[in-house]
């Protein structure tokens, strides 16, 4: 890890992590391996056996539920941090979620309940988030979210989550604003198409693959772990010049598509 890369005595909470193979893991994998301590939490009771063995690879003290449509389940998980640890440093928001019979229909079939809880889940949690980790950065800190070039082109079959991430990277402008005189910096990552659990729920996805990897430079697709590598510098010293911004980690896929 390089020396500028320093993440040692800062705590961070990762929120998106379903199994070893999520965009969330690689993230966290790169957050501790450049010191950071970190909390993680997983959905539910069918995803914890999933989680459990990347918390422990990470060696996270504090492993906790949160499913963002919950009443409560939020506000749990940064009250436990505020017990454990009474600060952060940084958050990683790697959420999102639509119905599946929206998610599979032309955005001009999507039903106002779908397009709602779809909204509701993988953006304005951000924005949640952001309000309760607020206290807990007195002296400043860093908030990522993830997102895809399918916020800003059409992407076929991408449907509803291309304006969901339109609004998603849009709050990110607002909030860096908003938060720029407390020294919170608000990214977004534009993540290339990774093999993810949540991901497959797309319709045609390994057409969506293909059809990325033969748009990039070189012709491959990212890894967990080259994401994670952007998302570390983000977190760190290095990255607090930068705010309100749409970070490509995506191998020049935004250039050529």
């Given at each position: 890890m390089n020396s500028i890369i320093d993440l040692t005595g800062k705590r961070g909470l990762v929120v998106g992590i379903a199994n070893e193979h999520s965009i969330a893991t690689g993230c966290a994998t790169l957050f501790r391996a450049a010191g950071a301590e970190l909390a993680v939490t997983y959905l539910n009771d069918k995803a914890e056996p999933f989680v459990r063995p990347v918390a422990e690879a990470l060696q996270s003290p504090l492993v906790m539920p949160c499913d963002v449509r919950v009443p409560g389940?939020?506000?749990?998980?940064?009250?436990?941090?505020?017990?454990?640890?009474?600060?952060?440093?940084?958050?990683?928001?790697?959420?999102?979620?639509?119905?599946?019979?929206?998610?599979?229909?032309?955005?001009?079939?999507?039903?106002?309940?779908?397009?709602?809880?779809?909204?509701?889940?993988?953006?304005?949690?951000?924005?949640?988030?952001?309000?309760?980790?607020?206290?807990?950065?007195?002296?400043?800190?860093?908030?990522?979210?993830?997102?895809?070039?399918?916020?800003?082109?059409?992407?076929?079959?991408?449907?509803?989550?291309?304006?969901?991430?339109?609004?998603?990277?849009?709050?990110?402008?607002?909030?860096?604003?908003?938060?720029?005189?407390?020294?919170?910096?608000?990214?977004a990552i534009s993540a290339g198409a990774v093999k993810t659990r949540a991901a497959s729920g797309i319709d045609h996805f390994d057409a969506l693959l293909d059809d990325v990897r033969s748009h990039t430079p070189a012709k491959h697709l990212v890894t967990i772990e080259e994401i994670g590598r952007i998302a570390t510098v983000l977190a760190s010293e290095a990255g607090m010049t930068l705010t309100g911004s749409t970070i490509y980690a995506d191998a020049g896929f935004h250039i050529t598509a």
């Open positions: 389940q939020l506000e749990a998980v940064f009250e436990r941090v505020t017990k454990e640890w009474g600060r952060l440093d940084f958050v990683l928001h790697s959420i999102a979620f639509a119905p599946a019979d929206d998610l599979h229909a032309s955005l001009v079939d999507c039903s106002a309940e779908g397009f709602a809880l779809a909204m509701d889940v993988s953006c304005h949690s951000f924005i949640r988030m952001t309000r309760l980790a607020l206290p807990l950065m007195p002296d400043g800190g860093s908030l990522m979210t993830v997102s895809f070039l399918g916020a800003e082109r059409a992407v076929d079959h991408y449907n509803v989550m291309g304006p969901v991430k339109a609004a998603l990277e849009s709050s990110v402008r607002y909030l860096a604003v908003d938060l720029a005189a407390r020294r919170v910096h608000v990214h």
